[in-house]
């Protein structure tokens, strides 16, 4: 039985450092294209569009924006309200536009890697916003600078807009181009590119990154989420199907779909952490695919508890299936400080055992004497897991029984999710039995992998789940090599 | 029957401007004594501690240290990680320390309204950081101009370091001196006053905020809120009682209670609204409150629907009650962006019509084709409601029943809410039935004053419902005459 | 004689130190105010007049406006441009104006000091701005906190407008207030008061410190300097009078002298080394008297040599004095690095060797083989001035003869500069010949006191030289007392 | 006669923009290589040679840094001191150090435009910084977009590098890449190219760009002008010659000259304006060669005076030229205010009349009643020059006779000279006279080119004066096409 004093005490320097207990979220893209004689702010659009998946990346964003002729653009670190401000949206005058929100890994030329990435080449200028991961980038940029190609950032997108403009000597239109870069390249992507002129829209053969298609008064509008489009009030028109190229051009959008159909393998933790609740992705509602993983894992794993509360915000939604399935009250437990953001100092060693409720705090009542179910999504390093189950504890509950409502974690992401190896991830190290040890907790469930690829009901697609069995869909590098993280 | 169509498009020009559809929030006072021979970093401690109240100011905040010799500060606007570093703490070194964060009114020298204040006297150094408001400080300055007494800021509190300081000169204590203070001041207050050698926590003889002491390793301390206790790992001792005075010298606590027993006023407000859910005050929980207002506000206003859902994150509790009462569903049916901040940019005119979701937006799975009833603390102006519900209507709720769990607000506060007159409260100018009209509700019904005044189970005081009820504790100005706010 | 390298492996940490190597610039203030119906922007006039004035202090900088009724002010830390932008000047709009630039010493509440200081009182609104020092500040603060005044800054100004406002009570106007606060401080100033309708100017009784007036289209202009005049095309009418009160109100501008005339004793550093060239102060032309002082110089010490270059840009007037009294040819010898400011980098003790001309590097071709006669203002610590001789030496001058336009520094100044004791003075501690030798220079040659008394042709002042001589105007601490930089 | 008051009033709304009345400076570059076993701060090194070439560009500044394995840099728009503090230093670890100040055009993408431009390529990473301006760059761009190349700025650096890259397929190592990189582009350059393990210093074929080789302890340098490598205490060894690559690697240093012997081309500007004094280029001292320019002037165009002045800074040298050949005395007539800089507000069109000496300053006694000489580098625009001579007059000058050390500037230049047609050039569309009259001066006279092309005393190369005379070095495009600033 897991005693909490020592728990409280432990040494581990990793402890508070929750920077990697999440597994990072990815980039979004967002893009307009107005009507011919339509006044439309496609700037302003694209910031409010931005604001909605800001959730997606916040370390860096950018906005590009065509008047049909030249295309301008800002980008720069930070969230997109500390990006622009009115004066700069001004200045963003067009008829076209993309943006992108990031989330960047560390390093000193951060700032380069920020995007829309624009160049000019032989098709004029070019901006590309790309969410997702090349896996076979190193590759490719290396037989591209054998043959005299530059690169001036890290980062895929640039491998992708290089390889375009190749193709594009030897194409007739810039979709032909893009069709042969799809052919070179293996990975993830949802992508926007502008010319000056015209937009497309990308998604890879398999469509494991999401990119959907809206309309509003006088304007197509392309975006990760769907929630990005009810934020610009745009009708959802269809999600881009996997491998599909979307092309707008002369007030017109059509299509060219040049691979033959494959399985389709949408990457299944967009529903289980990364994607806004309010989100219809492939035709499953996000939220909704959380509640129902909430009444599966009641069934997988029951318990008997007083109440049912969920990790916020996370794990809010399997909860209240929990409560549902089960009957047992659900409840708030669990309070988060709403301003814990970038800037915030983490307590040092010193400070640990004092300051241990900053970023989630019990609610007394509300736990005191009680026997408790915990929900959260997902479990990667366990540490947050670990406090939070102590701080339940501490407030006075009698029973903590964590429940999650996805399977163990024990592969690494190629696709765009920020694990870079087997090391960080405590189901790859310890048993189910371990790790409840390990948390503190009186039992522990995890959803099982079959359960949970049911639960985006109505979805029209397959699922990656490599991270969860392995199963890449593509071919991905040894374990231990390195590969820098696209998005 | 409200046409959704009409009011989407409405051109009342206050519609999206949500700065003035909350009561604002107050500040927040943090205190750390620490005890002989203890190494404890007394500005960490508060650093945490003013992160834990930050939801109760976001404009400024302030950290003042004394290592028992001299007292040193740093305060500036913005968030508490945006003002401190790791820097910054490092050079507040000492023993005791007495921290602020405020909601600030707009004005040119707002820099200087940032607290603690911290002047030279003939007490020596002297810190003070106030929660609260004084209602007759414009004629205690007065007073003191006539003989002779320089302003340098609007603040309330500067009136009262000097009040402080004048009676001084006739005490034998300082405790003596804030005792002939508390008879010259109405208004409200939960402070926290500090020289280099001693700390002194003072509420008001109404207790109109609150203000508790808790002890942690080697420390006292003082908060606004047990939850910033909780934050540094302290215990709950009590709450400081209306009209005492503790103090904290030579390592003892100790107390005056200077005035006879008054009918205590506590802020209604605080429960309502203001007080994180994780917070106890006066011995009833914050959370415990707002879900009882919730059952009651199923009994006094019940309604047949299929689902039961709150505004995040104020609705969320009375929801839960509101559903546990009547067995609908509780649901999820809104989204809260989490990263609309101070720097966001409203939409303008041609925008608003397009841009409407941002701040909320619903799951359509969890409204489409329902009967919705959605939980709010309060309504002040209606424009934010108002635009909740069609929102709600847009994603298809077949009817929209707002629920609310305090009474109608009629009347402005002096003590501290930023309501600086009845032009602004919706209620006031209002029925129901037309404010019902007005946000495009189906029905609309508000908790009795009689049942709030329940809610708060187990606590120890009586409240201030003045803005409910226009029964003021204390004397106050005539309604159009201009007052200062005081925190 | 000198060897010139060991001076420069010479392990002094404070050698590259330059911060305290000259006698640091004073505040300066600068006031408009507008006749009836004249438009004049006198923000605007403020911001050019403060930019004249601003190599008085670089710390700090404010700007108060009146529209006659009410006074609002900006002020910050940083240069005047960094602080004021257009946006900022349009909101101070009025009638009447101070500023104030200031040299501010180091802490932890630093932006709190920056002048001018704006308060409620007894007479409603007060701006004050102040240049100098009062020497019996802490006294006087000390009285007034015994009977309960509090002091938010450790600035003499406070002191000072804490005064007028109590004396203000038995006092029938404002001037009178001033006249009896005159008689209480002891210490140099220069002084601009603003209610929101009228404007005093005030010079200490022995007129250490300067302060001029002037006339521009529809308004009267008050500054330290009249090169801030010219800068707003002002006419020069005539310097403020030792412990003459000018006040302007209605319209009108009239004056009260409330002392017996005195000694009058304007600091002689104002022409050695503070006021700008183009400046006239007291009658004297400031270009003038250290031209004079250059030429003085060459009769009491002179040499045989090649060329006569100045220390730019302090020492260039007196080198171009010294060579048309010799016959000498003046050259171009060194040229000083203007991008040398608040943020560059020290060369750290590795790289002294390497880094020993960025802030002076001589010109081979004026100095290679030739005897060089370099003047310079002053000499406070003796590190740049041995720097200097072995940059020139290391180009290959043949002698280097150092000449310095003014006495050896030996006491500490109360009234303004910021030499806090003797400890620094290279020459109170070392005779002529040691700080030849510590300096490397081949003979070395001061103008004596009587020599530069005689400079300033035309002044109808006497001069403070305590600073030169120990001579005090006014009764001082004794050594080693701790005291306040006043302005 | 010019009527000074009429000037004063000149609605000419350009009157005191005076952006454009200077030909802008250019770039710097500045480069260290460590010699093995030797522990130099190649960062810090580099940060003070760039400060001594700070003068050549204040927009952007970039240091990149190779450990022998890795090159990583930092670069910002700002000054070098406002870019670089001692913690971005020492994250800057290294041997070698290429850094870069630079002019930066206006643009929305400028921050990506600053150097050094940091690549991947098939040589590994490349780092170059460019001080200079390609004529044909347009079309060179052009055929590597055509290609297949993509561009990410306007930059002809980027131009440059992938050239290098492409011919560095065909070529057996980097020098040679780079020698056909010179055989294609047609322009100016100072290069300083760095891959992980070598430098190279690169001079354009007829050296219109200057750029030279010192050795200091340990290590080598390069460095557009000697003054920065005085700032490290390095030793000049010599400039790189025209058309020259010099090659350090494996701590040697060795030359390739692919290149016939050519006409070499200086621009002469560097010793009239771009250069600091104390710089020798090409064997000429910069200073003499402005002291030679006042003398020639003298001969040329005589005068009867009172007093001979310069405008600080760029006239003073030659000022002193024309007094010592003259016999004139030379004085100080005008002051400049050190802290104008690029966030000053330019007085608005009511506020010209008021604030005329802001920015230079006369010394009345120096002129008042006088027969003034005024001595400039230059003129470009002519306002400035009007405004001084305005200043003189005004000050009581009873005649002012203007006198410039350089011809009348008729030419565009397409070397790094930001002068981009022809219409700003007032001696385009004036004759002197007519120019004479415009500056309301009593005189005027320039140096012939004649006199000027004699005044680099010493100089072992040929100049450019095509700005002066028309006559390019090399083919350039036709007047009004458009063309982009290199450098």
């Given at each position: 039985m897991c005693n909490f004093g020592d728990c409280l005490k432990c040494?581990?320097?990793?402890?508070?450092?929750?920077?990697?207990?999440?597994?990072h979220e990815e980039c979004g893209v967002f893009g307009v294209y107005s009507l011919d004689g339509n006044e439309v702010d496609v700037a302003g659009l694209t910031y409010y569009g931005l604001y909605a998946l800001q959730h997606r990346g916040q370390e860096s964003a950018g906005i590009a924006v065509s008047d049909r002729e030249t295309i301008v653009f800002h980008k720069d670190m930070g969230l997109v309200p500390e990006i622009f401000d009115k004066v700069m949206l001004n200045h963003l005058k067009g008829t076209m536009s993309v943006g992108h929100v990031r989330y960047s890994t560390t390093?000193?030329?951060?700032?380069?890697?920020?995007?829309?990435i624009v160049v000019r080449s032989r098709n004029g200028q070019l901006a590309l916003a790309h969410n997702g991961n090349i896996v076979n980038a190193s590759m490719l940029r290396e037989q591209m600078e054998e043959n005299g190609t530059i690169f001036?950032?890290?980062?895929?997108t640039e491998v992708l807009i290089n390889l375009i403009t190749k193709h594009s000597i030897t194409s007739e239109t810039l979709e032909e181009a893009v069709e042969k870069m799809m052919v070179d390249v293996k990975g993830s992507y949802g992508l926007i590119l502008m010319t000056a002129s015209k937009m497309l829209g990308v998604r890879d053969p398999y469509g494991i990154r999401p990119l959907c298609i809206g309309k509003t008064a006088g304007a197509y509008v392309l975006a990760s989420e769907s929630c990005a489009l009810d934020a610009v009030n745009a009708e959802f028109i269809r999600d881009v199907e996997p491998g599909e190229i979307v092309i707008i051009e002369n007030d017109e959008i059509r299509s060219v779909r040049?691979?033959?159909?494959?399985d389709t393998k949408l990457c299944i933790f967009e529903f289980v952490?990364?994607?806004?609740?309010?989100s219809v992705i492939d035709c499953a509602s996000v939220q909704q695919s959380r509640y129902e993983a909430g009444k599966r894992l009641a069934i997988e794993h029951p318990v008997e508890a007083d109440v049912v509360i969920g990790v916020p915000d996370s794990g809010i939604s399997a909860a209240i299936g929990f409560s549902n399935q089960t009957g047992i009250p659900y409840g708030e437990g669990l309070v988060k400080n709403?301003?814990?953001?970038?800037?915030f100092i983490q307590p040092s060693q010193g400070m640990r055992e004092v300051a241990v409720r900053i970023k989630h705090n019990a609610i007394k009542k509300s736990v005191e004497g009680k026997r408790v179910v915990i929900i959260d999504d997902s479990i990667v390093r366990g540490t947050t897991t670990r406090r939070i189950v102590q701080v339940l504890k501490k407030a006075g509950a009698k029973e903590v029984h964590m429940r999650v409502?996805?399977?163990?974690?024990?592969f690494p992401c190629?696709?765009?999710?920020?694990?870079?190896?087997?090391?960080?991830?405590v189901a790859d190290k310890l048993s189910v039995e371990e790790i409840r040890e390990m948390i503190c907790a009186d039992t522990l469930g995890y959803l099982s992998l079959e359960g949970l690829l049911k639960t985006?009901?109505?979805?029209?697609r397959g699922f990656c789940s490599a991270c969860l069995?392995?199963?890449?869909?593509i071919e991905v590098p040894e374990e231990g090599d390195k590969f820098s993280c696209g998005c």
């Open positions: 040494s581990n320097p990793d402890c508070f450092d929750e920077r990697l207990d999440k597994m390093g000193a030329s951060r700032r380069e890697n920020a995007q829309p001036q950032t890290t980062n895929d040049p691979f033959n159909k494959k952490y990364f994607a806004r609740p309010d709403r301003y814990v953001g970038r800037t409502s996805s399977p163990p974690i024990k190629y696709f765009g999710i920020d694990i870079s190896s087997r090391k960080e991830l985006p009901i109505g979805s029209k069995d392995g199963n890449y869909p």
